[in-house]
RNA sequence: GUGGCCGUAGCUCAAUGGCAGAGCCCCGGAUUGUGAUUCCGGUUGUUGCGGGUUCGAGUCCCGUCGGCCACCCCA
């Protein structure tokens, strides 16, 4: 028996991955003000049926009739879950509301390196303020976001738009139709892979030509970019963004700023997105609930592919999957007959907040030392004959210095254990 | 969902149609209180699975499952 296709089984080292991941996405969502929220896996069918994600995702969804007839999928997306329990408590909150969540999440797509079944995504939603600063406040989230993992300017970019600057310039063409123009929008989202003919053929029937985009996208300068990248700039991070109107992304409902944050080096699929829906929750709420909203996704595949790839940014992932797996101290039974007083040495020093190990059974003192190195502590504390005292050996200078045991408490209390 | 390439030990790989191998890992041992390296020994296996061709198939053919890549799309 193997799991299924595209999902995923997380052995210890699988784990302490993901927990860096997932630790550092918390960590840094936090640094921000935001509170974390989670949602059902298992949603209605119809939350995604209606209007809400659009495009392409209602064919990748995992769905299926439960025992009660019920007509359900398993979460392909966050918004529209968060955008249901916003509805539902927009009152009860103070704006803007600043949440985020760290879940699992489920595609029906053939998977391929970056793409899987199941996998997890960090998402962030601002709700409630529609301004550039709010803008500028999420792609600051993002970037501290990548750059906790020590990932510099030189190793991503975020590439920005604005829908509503493709929306101006498609007026100013004729192309005033709302569903004419996010079809429009649609044949830029592919503007980097389909040919210039098969381009040329589907923009004819809205009286647009391929130069008409192209001239637009080189030399439009829209304003939000510069108030963005002013407060950017205030805080150190402009390097990171690049005005890119060749986004628009495949999602119905994003209507002004959107987002991609690519690999610069490799080409491979796009690491973070998002962008502003501020009718989205008024269109689900018929209008009951009118908010404006900024949000946007980081998955853990594609990021931890690049996260390995990278020497400096692997080099401190890797330290930090050794540190969630390793003990402090391991304690070497080195009299069996003194095994009651190792195991209250083992007892103070887990009660002191220690990451603890020692052999269960009786076992050689080298064995025992070839374990004390496996369990990644730092150090091993010697339980011997010579109680009431013990040995503290240092594992990586390999120095010994004995220890009274009425000090251990201090010992280990002072006891310098590697920064997470 | 469509197309191409691939599938041998836990991992990385080798074997002309002719007896299934190497390294790493793991486990045990080298005169019973100190973990590098070393030395000796041990398990590495339904060659993904099922058919077919053949005296004989890891090798050739068909199917199937799984993986990788492209399309598609995006985390």
């Known amino acids: 028996m193997q799991s299924l296709p595209g999902f995923r089984d997380f052995f210890p080292n699988e784990c302490a991955r993901r927990n860096y991941i997932t630790g550092t996405w918390r960590r840094i969502a936090r640094s921000f003000g935001f509170r974390e929220y989670d949602g059902p896996t298992l949603e209605p069918l119809d939350l995604y049926r209606k209007k809400n994600s659009g495009g392409e995702i209602l064919g990748q969804l995992f769905s299926f009739t439960d025992k009660g007839e ?33 879940a699992p999440f489920f595609r029906y797509e053939k998977q391929q390196s970056g793409r899987l079944r199941e996998f997890l995504q960090l998402n962030c939603d601002l709700v409630g303020d529609d301004s550039s600063a709010a803008d500028a406040e999420m792609l600051a989230l993002l970037i501290e976001t990548m750059r906790a993992f020590g990932l510099t300017e030189n190793d991503i970019v975020v590439r920005v738009s604005d829908r509503r600057a493709w929306m101006k310039f498609l007026a100013g063409k004729g192309v005033t139709d709302e569903t004419k123009a996010r079809e429009v929008l649609s044949v830029i ?34 304003a939000f970019f510069t108030a963005l990248n002013e407060n950017l700039a205030a805080r150190g991070l402009e390097g990171f963004c690049q005005l890119d109107l060749r986004i628009v992304r495949g999602l119905a409902y994003y209507t002004g700023l959107v987002f991609e944050v690519f690999d610069r080096r490799q080409d491979r699929r796009a690491i973070a997105g998002g962008g502003r829906f501020d009718r989205l929750l008024s269109d689900l709420s018929d209008g009951k609930v009118d908010l404006p909203a900024i949000g946007f996704g980081i998955g853990d595949v594609v990021l931890g592919d690049l996260l390995a790839d990278l020497p400096d940014t692997r080099a401190k992932m890797e ?15 080195a009299d069996e007959s003194r095994r009651n007083e190792a195991l209250g040495v083992v007892q103070l020093l887990r009660s002191l907040g220690r990451r603890v190990d020692y052999p269960l059974q009786s076992d050689k003192v080298a064995r025992q030392f070839k374990d004390a190195d496996a369990s990644g502590a730092s150090v091993a504390l010697v339980v011997g004959n010579e109680w009431p005292k013990l040995k503290v050996k240092d594992l990586k200078a390999r120095t010994e210095t004995d220890l ?11 006891l310098q254990t590697p920064a997470p």
């Open 70 to 102: 019920r007509e359900v999928a398993l979460r392909p997306e966050m918004t529209p879950t968060v955008a249901r329990m916003l509805i539902a408590k927009a009152r009860e909150y103070r704006k803007p509301i600043k949440w985020f969540s760290i």
């Open 189 to 222: 989202d592919k503007l980097e892979r389909d040919s210039p003919e098969a381009l040329q053929a589907k923009l004819a029937p809205f009286g647009l030509t391929l130069g008409d985009l192209t001239d637009f996208i080189e030399t439009a300068r829209p």
């Open 319 to 333: 330290a930090a999957m050794a540190d969630g797996q390793a003990c402090d101290v391991f304690v070497v039974v």
């Open 404 to 414: 009274a045991q009425e000090a251990l408490a201090d010992w280990a209390a002072n």
